[in-house]
């Protein structure tokens, strides 16, 4: 199966053969554990679900310590789901490292953004802001008209203005893995990933390849 969750741990840059750098985000990928398996014949559809990053007990609910002692797995904080194919055996209790992955495939990697709070119009959406001429002194940043006249007569759902920019669930999609580090648990992939260092990230075979 190809997927893991991780952690983001930072930016770097890494040369090819060639000498040209690279930019990459590197991604501390597992070791992560299956804590069950999904069954086309009992639950519908077939997936596994995946635990990461060991917590003590007393910090994680009492029903998911049951769920994960019936596989014997140490208290897992994250788990995740993850489809799989008809043909792809895996049993609980499994591990999974970055070994499933190799340099020069394609992955989508899914992360909450980082949160920017209340934002106006032109960092939100990207708005070009007022004229600076013609009388106008302190409308070089605002959003303009937002509505038509008597018709209709009322601001239409869903027009970009100001408000909460940020902490959404995105998808970085068809990454390249560019290095694989299996003694320490490392990801590199090329370009961006969203979120903050230290944020959690699920990674997964890219749809579009």
């Known amino acids: 199966m190809k997927g893991l969750i991780g952690k983001k741990v930072g930016m770097t840059q890494i040369f090819d053969a060639s000498g040209s750098a690279k930019p990459v985000t590197l991604i501390e990928a597992g070791p992560c554990y299956v804590t069950q398996v999904r069954l086309q014949e009992r639950d519908g559809y077939r997936a596994v679900q995946l635990g990461f990053g060991e917590s003590k007990p007393r910090r994680m609910p009492g029903g998911e310590l049951g769920h994960l002692k019936k596989s014997n797995l140490p208290p897992l904080r994250h788990l995740r789901e993850f489809r ?22 394609r992955v989508d990697i899914v992360a909450i953004s980082k949160g920017k709070g209340f934002q106006g119009g032109m960092k939100r959406h990207g708005f070009s802001g007022g004229p600076k001429t013609h009388g106008q002194s302190d409308r070089q940043r605002a959003v303009g008209s937002i509505g038509s006249t008597s018709t209709p007569g009322r601001v239409y759902k869903g027009t970009r203005m100001p408000g909460h920019m940020g ?33 959690l990230v699920v990674i997964k075979a890219a749809r579009k390849q």
């Open 84 to 105: 799989i194919q008809q043909d792809e055996l895996v049993k609980e209790g499994d591990q999974v490292t970055v070994e499933v992955f190799a340099i020069g495939e």
């Open 167 to 199: 902490s959404e669930r995105v998808t970085s999609q068809n990454l390249r893995i560019e290095w694989v580090d299996t003694e320490r648990n490392l990801l590199g992939v090329n370009g961006s990933v969203p979120g903050p260092r230290g944020g």
